[in-house]
Antibody
Framework: EVQLVESGGGLVQPGGSLRLSCAAS????????MSWVRQAPGKGLEWVAY????????KYVDSVKGRFTISRDNAKNSLYLQMNSLRAEDTAVYYC?????????WGQGTLVTVSS | QSALTQPASVSGSPGQSITISCTGT?????????VSWYQQHPGKAPKLMIY???NRPSGVPDRFSGSKSGNTASLTISGLQAEDEADYYC??????????FGGGTKLTVL
């Protein structure tokens, strides 16, 4: 059974940093692109970033470029999102999802709240 | 990049059919057959309903169908059921190698 489990969310002050993790199981992690998608409270879905199977290609939504970094450790079956210079508008539930644009599997999400 | 355009809400009675539109540009919806649709119930993670414009993942009822014409994709739900009440989002790959979602449509089953 495919499972994606996010962790690392929480309350952080504006300008602060947070690192999200996504533990994958039930499939060959190193064979799939992986993505982060977020959803602000009461708002719609927003794609954040994706990373190629071997980590050689990464793409970001414009609003997080230069602040967020997506990475992966295929030996640990894990996906990460390093978030720096956080802003109030980054407050959202962050989901990890398998693949680049056909998101068949999703995690349960982890809530990031940016507030003073 | 602006979100793909979806109606904020649609409604229908049980047994009826509804269609949700998703309008983009030639740089996203119109340029690629990588359009997908997601259903999201409150407090839950999204669920893939349609991928690559018109393909249904296993387990998704054939009441759900997708299509595309020009820069507009559509999701049609026939034989509407109470459990179909949810938010629906379209999604497309883009010419800048990014991914974009629609603003979402709230489906109410009357």
């Amino acid at each position: 059974e495919v499972q994606l489990v996010e962790s690392g969310g929480g309350l952080v002050q504006p300008g602060g940093s947070l690192r999200l993790s996504c533990a994958a199981s039930g499939f060959t992690f190193s064979s799939y692109w992986m993505s982060w998608v977020r959803q602000a409270p009461g708002k719609g879905l927003e794609w954040v970033a994706y990373i190629k199977e071997d980590g050689s290609e990464k793409k970001y939504v414009d609003s997080v470029k230069g602040r967020f970094t997506i990475s992966r450790d295929n030996a640990k079956n894990s996906l990460y999102l390093q978030m720096n210079s956080l802003r109030a508008e980054d407050t959202a539930v962050y989901y990890c999802a398998r693949d680049r644009s056909r998101f068949y599997y999703w995690g349960q999400g982890t809530l990031v709240t940016v507030s003073s | 990049q602006s979100a793909l355009t979806q109606p904020a809400s649609v409604s229908g009675s049980p047994g009826q059919s509804i269609t949700i539109s998703c309008t983009g540009t030639s740089s996203d919806v119109g340029g690629y057959n990588y359009v997908s649709w997601y259903q999201q119930h409150p407090g839950k993670a999204p669920k893939l309903m349609i991928y690559e414009v018109s393909n249904r993942p296993s387990g998704v009822p054939d009441r759900f169908s997708g299509s595309k014409s020009g820069n507009t994709a559509s999701l049609t739900i026939s034989g509407l059921q109470a459990e179909d009440e949810a938010d629906y989002y379209c999604c497309s790959y883009t010419s800048t190698k990014t991914v974009i979602f629609g603003g979402g449509t709230k489906l109410t089953v009357l």
